[in-house]
């Protein structure tokens, strides 16, 4: 928990001396983020792959003090996105204590809040908010009502003696609630179109309409949203009077190379064993390929957290075969990207007609990417003699019960292994488990090259002539 700094005033009138006069929560990001972009400072942690692309954008649209909707297929990292603005908000923020709305002491605009402070003056008592609880985070649902969102008459109030048309029987919604914060609507075409209206006054004229009773609550939000490109036509659409509200509409994207793929994968991915690079590499490859190839159903796309899913699997897929083999520590081998397909073949959609081959291509494509990655790694890198030692009788058996060192020991004392495991960024000094991937990298690429034959049964696999 973040506990406020004794030196922050507690009455308005200290904050009036202070100097913490009002400001709108559109001013105050502007502020903020001019500041870090002057400093050098990264405004959006843990965001991977948009800084040429989507993160300028962003930066102007705020600037300028706009609603934004983001747009893109699923697992583009839009939420994550979204939850980064908070860090752009003041560290702390005064309310008046007790208030329903987070008030600024200095400027209240319910009229329970109003009465309080001119009863009270300058000894009106303010509380601290911090950061992280002016963020207000919805996922829209078809079964989301205009009372989630906006407000209700509070049937308990009316019984306690108060008017139907008292503003002070209205129990306030999720976007009241979030006063100068930041409201986000995750996938807003699940809304249904009469709730997507009530937003309407919101974003343009900043008041709410509860049961037909105007209330002029000057409310200072920033709304965000985030939505599906094929939502407009599957689920839903966003009614055109609220996407004209939104001052910029913002296209995401998958990572463009491999290299942010795989940065996505080591900052998100849980790996319960050691992943190498290359095997990263082979993973965002793979993915690539996936929303590349025609059998997929690319409207859906394939999501990034496919490839963070992948590792998390072939991390256990080696710490599984550490545990029987007793190898430590457990390194995760080429021999462990077998898991992937079967696994998560469901995480991916296929076009009609290819019921049934759905493992068959994902093995496909998952070769294509050990085949690009070997060949990026070991370029220019003569592996001749690896082959013919294998052709000379030296068979190499790998397999979920084979340990690294037994994959070494079948080969001769080669030059050439020293130099592949140095491509795989593997010193000779490591364990045997991190060379042994390296080598079963290049004997797969032999393979995929048909320079070395391959069976498998059972669960062992072995390279031969």
């Known amino acids: 928990m973040n506990a406020v700094p004794d030196a922050l005033p507690r009455t308005a009138g200290e904050l009036r001396a202070a100097g913490y006069a009002p400001r709108p929560i559109a001013r105050e990001i502007h502020d903020n983020l001019l ?33 934004v909707v983001l747009l893109g297929e699923r697992g583009q990292g839009k939420t994550r996105l979204l939850r980064t603005l908070a860090g752009l908000l003041d560290e702390w923020t005064p309310v008046i204590e007790g208030s329903e709305l987070g008030e600024h002491p200095l400027e209240p605009i319910t009229p329970a809040s ?49 008017s139907l048309g008292d503003p002070e029987t209205i129990h306030f919604g999720l976007v009241p609630r979030a006063h100068r914060g930041i409201v986000a609507i995750n996938e807003l075409p699940d809304l249904a179109e009469r709730i997507q209206v009530a937003l309407l006054n919101v974003m343009e004229e900043r008041d709410i309409q509860v049961r037909g009773y105007t209330l002029r609550l000057p409310l200072d939000v920033l709304l965000v949203a985030t939505a599906n490109p094929e939502d407009y036509t599957n689920r839903g659409r966003i009614i055109t009077p609220l996407k004209d509200r939104f001052g910029a509409e913002i296209r995401t994207h998958y990572p463009l190379d491999v290299e942010s793929e795989v940065a996505v994968v080591r900052q998100e991915a849980n790996l319960v064993a050691e992943v190498g690079e290359p095997l990263l590499e082979v993973l965002a490859r793979f993915v690539r390929n996936l929303r590349e190839s025609p059998v ?18 072939v991390a256990a897929a080696a710490l599984r075969r550490a545990a029987v083999t007793g190898e430590d520590p457990a390194v995760a081998r080429p021999v462990d990207l077998d898991a992937v397909p079967a696994v998560l073949r469901g995480k991916v959609e296929f076009e009609p007609g290819e019921e049934g081959r759905e493992v068959e291509h994902l093995v496909h494509l998952m070769r294509r990417a050990i085949a690009e990655t070997a060949r990026e790694r070991f370029a220019g890198l003569d592996l001749r003699p690896l082959s013919d030692a294998v052709a000379d009788g030296h068979l190499v058996a790998t397999g979920e019960r084979v340990p690294g060192a037994e994959v070494l020991a079948a080969l001769p ?44 049964d059972d669960g062992t696999t072995v390279y031969g002539e």
């Open 114 to 162: 109003i009465r309080r402070a001119a009863e009270l003056g300058d000894d009106l008592p303010v509380a601290w908010r911090h950061r992280s609880e002016r963020y207000t985070e919805k996922l829209a649902t078809p079964d989301t009502s205009v009372g989630d969102l906006i407000g209700d008459v509070d049937p308990v109030k009316v019984a306690q003696g108060r």
């Open 413 to 456: 004392e080669l030059p050439v292994l020293h130099e592949v495991a140095q491509r795989a960024g593997v010193s000779a000094d490591e364990p045997a488990g991190r060379i042994a991937a390296a080598v079963e990298l290049a004997l797969e690429s032999l393979f995929l090259a048909r320079r070395l034959a391959k069976d498998s």
């Open 35 to 67: 500041a870090a972009l002057r400093e050098g400072r990264d405004a959006w942690p843990g965001i991977v792959g948009f800084s040429r692309t989507v993160l300028p954008q962003l930066e102007r649209a705020l600037l300028a003090g706009h609603d």
């Open 296 to 313: 997929i159903d690319q409207r859906s796309g394939v999501s990034a957290r496919f490839a963070v899913a992948a590792a998390e699997t």
